[in-house]
């Protein structure tokens, strides 16, 4: 039994090592798995990709009128590169 129970705690998530980053980042690209295939498809990633696409081609449309401008590019560039393109952390 103390055999059992001493087995238990060297499984248990207490004592796993802790997450390096790229653990946490294949993590996160695993998640795409839609259908818990335990691999992701071309597809699963295809749909982030544009889900991505999509929320930062309205980021830059300011007008809504389905054309990006040069002048709302930039008005994007200047207020929302830091958190689009990760130059801040």
Known sequence: MTIL???????????????????????????LDA??????????????????MNQRF?????NRDGEVTADEYREFWLTKKAQWYRLQR
Do not use: H, W
């Open 35 to 52: 259908n818990d295939s335990e691999g992701v498809s071309r597809s699963e990633y295809r749909a982030m990709i544009e889900q991505r």
């Open 5 to 31: 129970i001493a087995m238990g705690c060297l499984t248990s998530p207490a004592s796993a090592a802790p997450m390096t980053a790229t653990d946490k980042i294949v993590k996160t690209f695993m998640e």
């Open 58 to 62: 309205r980021e830059m449309d300011a």
